[in-house]
């Protein structure tokens, strides 16, 4: 499958001997070569997931596969300087913050259903589900994400550079979020997810957590919009979608005003209010979490397009939402590289520098993250 990306630094090729020999040639050639690479097959849809920006060691080993879920076929490094790869040399991938990130033991049932809705393979084991996210994320040049769930702490341990940690009110209590959060455990909360037990955003019993949020500057991620098909029937009865209006946050963050709300899935479906909401209170953020994966490619551009274009590009953070399947990080970093009506600087912003401002990064901070990917 030839891929037409706007900037087409991609090469789609099977591998072919007479390929494989010129990369050869040219690494030979070229020992000290520095590219940014991009590499893809002629696989099918699911293997796509697993195209992604290889890391520089791969030109140490020109003939290393990238693991696909089809092993008998290998991806191999496309050097920026072969013939019809023309772009290729210009294409600098940045570092990605990934804003909803999730930790939690395998679920057969939601891989199924995660499955059922993207055609994505999913970790069979607790082990497998940590170790393929985080070189899934490493891959994709992702240098910090803000996980959640029971394993999150425990993944942290693995990778403290790379993850921070985020409160679920339910789990936790305002004390103990308050005392976790001094302690450096806590850099925010979320997923923050009453949605799912058919709360507004409004109920009396979560202000004390807004009002903890605000006064210690935490940021929150608040789930507003799609759960898995059918929750109610299913897995969360109280849940309602009429409970995805973004306009519900309004009196919150009135009594709330320097409360530093992102809210997650961009509030899917509900575009018009979610435009809505960004526009009159402009301090407020949205993610894209899940639907950047799940939802038909079309309707994910359409609704980011929207607001894109209605002004508010600089206010959209990358999200995965990952759940059980490591390879919806790719496939949802791809679809913002691959959207034609960004400008360079407005997918650097989704990618990153959003959620750079948002988290308030320092200066040190932003260039360790560059840097950390040219090493
Ligand atoms: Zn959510």
């Given at each position: 499958m030839t891929h037409h990306g706007r900037r087409s630094h991609i090469q789609a090729v099977p591998p072919h001997r007479d390929d494989l020999d010129a990369i050869d040639m040219l690494v030979h050639e070229h020992p000290g070569l520095r590219a940014d690479i991009a590499a893809a097959c002629e696989l099918q849809p699911v293997a796509l997931t697993e195209l992604e920006v290889l890391p520089t060691s791969v030109l140490a080993s020109p003939r290393t596969p990238i693991m696909t879920?089809?092993?008998s076929l290998y991806c191999y490094a496309m050097l920026a300087l072969l013939p019809g790869c023309a772009t290729a040399n210009q294409f600098t991938p940045g570092p990605v913050i990934d804003m909803h990130l999730h930790a939690l033991p395998v679920s057969p049932e939601n891989a199924r259903a995660i499955t059922e809705i993207s055609g994505l393979s999913c970790a069979t084991t607790d082990e497998e589900l940590l170790t393929e996210t985080l070189a899934a994320l490493r891959r994709n040049g992702v240098v910090l994400a803000l996980v959640s769930g029971d394993n999150a702490l425990a993944w942290q341990d693995h990778a403290p550079e790379l993850l921070w940690v985020g409160a679920q009110p339910g789990r936790e209590t305002v004390a103990s979020i308050r005392r976790l959060h001094q302690e450096g455990t806590y850099k925010a909360i979320a997923e923050f997810s009453p949605q799912y037990a058919g709360l507004a955003p409004g109920d009396p019993s979560l202000e004390p957590f807004f009002a903890l949020a605000e006064e210690l500057d935490l940021p929150v991620g608040y789930h507003m919009g799609l759960g898995p098909p059918g929750a109610a029937y299913t897995v969360a009865p109280e849940y309602r979608m009429s409970l995805s209006n973004p306009l519900l946050f309004e009196e919150v963050l009135l009594r709330h005003p320097n409360l530093r709300l992102f809210v997650m899935h961009a509030g899917w479906p509900m575009l018009d209010e979610m435009l809505g909401l960004l526009h009159a209170h402009p301090q407020v953020y949205v993610d894209i979490g899940v639907i950047d994966w799940a939802l038909p490619e079309k309707e994910f551009h359409h609704y980011l397009s929207r607001l894109v274009g209605a002004g508010f590009g600089d206010r959209v953070l990358f999200g995965s939402d990952q759940m059980d399947s490591p390879a919806a990080i790719g496939v949802a970093i791809r679809r913002i590289r691959d959207?034609?009506?960004?400008?360079a600087e407005q997918e650097r912003a989704i990618l990153y520098d959003n959620a750079a401002r948002f988290l308030r990064l320092s200066d040190e901070e932003i260039a360790l993250h560059h840097e950390s990917l040219s090493r």
């Amino acid at each position: 499958m030839t891929h037409h990306g706007r900037r087409s630094h991609i090469q789609a090729v099977p591998p072919h001997r007479d390929d494989l020999d010129a990369i050869d040639m040219l690494v030979h050639e070229h020992p000290g070569l520095r590219a940014d690479i991009a590499a893809a097959c002629e696989l099918q849809p699911v293997a796509l997931t697993e195209l992604e920006v290889l890391p520089t060691s791969v030109l140490a080993s020109p003939r290393t596969p990238i693991m696909t879920p089809m092993p008998s076929l290998y991806c191999y490094a496309m050097l920026a300087l072969l013939p019809g790869c023309a772009t290729a040399n210009q294409f600098t991938p940045g570092p990605v913050i990934d804003m909803h990130l999730h930790a939690l033991p395998v679920s057969p049932e939601n891989a199924r259903a995660i499955t059922e809705i993207s055609g994505l393979s999913c970790a069979t084991t607790d082990e497998e589900l940590l170790t393929e996210t985080l070189a899934a994320l490493r891959r994709n040049g992702v240098v910090l994400a803000l996980v959640s769930g029971d394993n999150a702490l425990a993944w942290q341990d693995h990778a403290p550079e790379l993850l921070w940690v985020g409160a679920q009110p339910g789990r936790e209590t305002v004390a103990s979020i308050r005392r976790l959060h001094q302690e450096g455990t806590y850099k925010a909360i979320a997923e923050f997810s009453p949605q799912y037990a058919g709360l507004a955003p409004g109920d009396p019993s979560l202000e004390p957590f807004f009002a903890l949020a605000e006064e210690l500057d935490l940021p929150v991620g608040y789930h507003m919009g799609l759960g898995p098909p059918g929750a109610a029937y299913t897995v969360a009865p109280e849940y309602r979608m009429s409970l995805s209006n973004p306009l519900l946050f309004e009196e919150v963050l009135l009594r709330h005003p320097n409360l530093r709300l992102f809210v997650m899935h961009a509030g899917w479906p509900m575009l018009d209010e979610m435009l809505g909401l960004l526009h009159a209170h402009p301090q407020v953020y949205v993610d894209i979490g899940v639907i950047d994966w799940a939802l038909p490619e079309k309707e994910f551009h359409h609704y980011l397009s929207r607001l894109v274009g209605a002004g508010f590009g600089d206010r959209v953070l990358f999200g995965s939402d990952q759940m059980d399947s490591p390879a919806a990080i790719g496939v949802a970093i791809r679809r913002i590289r691959d959207a034609d009506y960004l400008s360079a600087e407005q997918e650097r912003a989704i990618l990153y520098d959003n959620a750079a401002r948002f988290l308030r990064l320092s200066d040190e901070e932003i260039a360790l993250h560059h840097e950390s990917l040219s090493r």
